[in-house]
């Protein structure tokens, strides 16, 4: 058995940030008591230890009503003066030292400005938020406002790997991009533990606005080390199981066609068989003679191995001189053995799809092409071709490679053609006299792919994949 290719994690070093020496933060005191001061922080509230550390920092004392205000959006300005009485905590031990001398007593003032002041005397911010004061911060202008308000020493990163990794295989953080307006700080916050996102994706909605009591959460995470995220982003948050997928759910459901005329609506009759789960079709015709009987038999055994997955490559029929004629599809090599083989090879497919998405090898970032590139891969690494295989040979069939790793292009491509369609990705096969190979549709392109022939050297042949039908048509014309 061949060692499984993992290269192409290598790129995620493309996306990776240095790592920083993890060292512990001092502690910020906190020097009240919260009992209850703010009527809308119950114990059962969200971010109730968020708010009520934020109390017993000195960081706020709520709304003149008596409550936090939990759901309330905050300001651009409100935002300012949260992170610069922080700093101030950080630096001095009280919230308004930082800010003081910035106070005038000479001509009004907005609240926010001696903060906003005092923040850029740090060189924490500039003018870039200037004219927005007053408006609803969003996300993105929050977490750009919170980066940089105390030193690096004091948010270690603690999450470094965890998120470089997920973010650059585009598992979580993705609406977050290269684009997204402060994104260097939003992922700071992530690798510092500050935020994790809003869903179990990670995703942070950098431009909507922000409640008081998200922020809270982010400015007592920044303040207290005990309150900061350690998330486990080991799986993509995307990834689905395909346990429970059967045979017949890789077949989309059609019409039975009593008395099929074309290739069509042959097909159609194949399938509305095959996503019921039977291996018997009925036809019903005018009537029959033995050579419209076999005609009509042998283009049903040529649509059937379109479908090679399902491991059908032989079929019986018995007619009646009414017209009535029913074909039974089975495979030489299965026997009486088959539908055991058949829920075999699913069961290891299943098998291979999760544990490729579970080591991050396939994920929700990738593109139908690079997902399948994958499994082309994992096929050829997996598997060799049986040279001794003859007509009756387990290796005409799926099972033969996920069971025994061997298989002739029959096996090879119903393998093939079985993880494809578990991943949702469509496709078929096409054939000539010697030879059967995968057509597939990714992202909205026609390839023709051959893993048999991939496999036919001592290194994997990848010239193989993702064909034209012209570059197709040189290797092995139809």
């Given at each position: 058995m061949k060692k499984r290719l993992l290269s192409l994690l290598l790129a995620l070093a493309l996306l990776a940030v240095p790592a920083h020496a993890v060292k512990e933060p001092s502690p910020i005191p906190r020097t009240k008591t919260y009992a209850g001061q703010f009527s809308d922080l119950t114990r059962d509230s969200v971010f109730y230890d968020n708010v009520a550390a934020l109390y017993e920092y000195g960081l706020s004392v709520g709304k003149t009503d008596g409550t936090f205000g939990m759901q309330d959006s905050i300001t651009v300005g409100q935002a300012v003066i949260f992170a610069g009485r922080l700093r101030s905590l950080y630096l001095h031990g009280e919230a308004e030292t930082g800010a003081a001398p910035y106070h005038s007593a000479d001509r009004p003032q907005r609240a926010y400005e001696p903060y906003l002041f005092?923040?850029?005397?740090?060189?924490?911010?500039?003018?870039?938020?200037?004219?927005?004061?007053?408006?609803?911060?969003?996300?993105?202008?929050?977490?750009?406002?919170?980066?940089?308000?105390?030193?690096?020493?004091?948010?270690?990163?603690?999450?470094?790997?965890?998120?470089?990794?997920?973010?650059?295989?585009?598992?979580?953080?993705?609406?977050?991009?290269?684009?997204?307006?402060?994104?260097?700080?939003?992922?700071?916050?992530?690798?510092?533990?500050?935020?994790?996102?809003?869903?179990?994706?990670?995703?942070?909605?950098?431009?909507?606005?922000?409640?008081?009591?998200?922020?809270?959460?982010?400015?007592?995470?920044?303040?207290?080390?005990?309150?900061?995220?350690?998330?486990?982003?080991?799986?993509?948050?995307?990834?689905?199981?395909?346990?429970?997928?059967?045979?017949?759910?890789?077949?989309?459901?059609?019409e039975y066609i009593a008395a099929p005329s074309t290739d069509e609506e042959m097909h159609q009759a194949i399938r509305s068989m095959l996503s019921s789960g039977s291996s018997t079709l009925v036809l019903k015709y005018p009537s029959l003679d033995a050579a419209r009987s076999r005609s009509i038999m042998q283009q049903a055994l040529a649509v059937v191995k379109t479908y090679c997955e399902q491991c059908y490559n032989s079929v019986s029929c018995t007619y009646m001189v009414d017209g009535s004629l029913t074909l039974t599809f089975s495979a030489a090599s299965g026997g009486e053995n088959l539908s055991a083989y058949r829920d075999a090879a699913m069961a290891s497919a299943i098998v291979v799809h999760d544990q490729l998405w579970q080591e991050g090898l396939i994920h929700s970032g990738m593109s139908e092409r690079e997902k399948a590139l994958v499994y082309y891969t994992w096929i050829c690494e997996n598997s060799r071709y049986d040279y001794d295989a003859s007509a009756d040979s387990l290796s005409h069939i799926a099972y033969g490679l996920f069971a025994d790793g061997l298989a002739v292009c029959d096996g090879y491509t119903g393998a093939y053609n079985m993880l494809l369609k578990l991943e949702g990705i469509q496709c078929t096969t096409l054939a000539n006299d010697e030879h059967i190979w995968t057509v597939a549709t990714l992202d909205g392109i026609q390839y023709h792919i051959d893993t048999t022939w991939a496999d036919s050297g001592k290194t994997i042949r990848y010239d193989y994949f993702a064909m034209t039908p012209g570059q197709s048509w040189v290797y092995h014309p139809w």
């Open positions: 005092y923040l850029q005397a740090e060189n924490i911010l500039g003018d870039e938020l200037t004219g927005l004061y007053g408006s609803a911060a969003t996300r993105a202008q929050v977490a750009h406002i919170l980066a940089a308000t105390l030193p690096q020493e004091a948010l270690p990163l603690i999450n470094e790997e965890m998120v470089s990794e997920g973010y650059a295989r585009r598992q979580y953080i993705t609406d977050v991009t290269e684009y997204t307006d402060y994104y260097q700080d939003i992922l700071y916050l992530y690798r510092a533990g500050i935020s994790q996102g809003s869903n179990k994706a990670g995703d942070f909605y950098p431009d909507q606005p922000i409640t008081r009591g998200a922020v809270a959460a982010m400015l007592t995470r920044m303040a207290d080390p005990q309150l900061r995220i350690t998330v486990d982003w080991s799986s993509d948050p995307r990834f689905v199981s395909a346990a429970g997928r059967t045979l017949a759910s890789l077949i989309p459901a059609a």
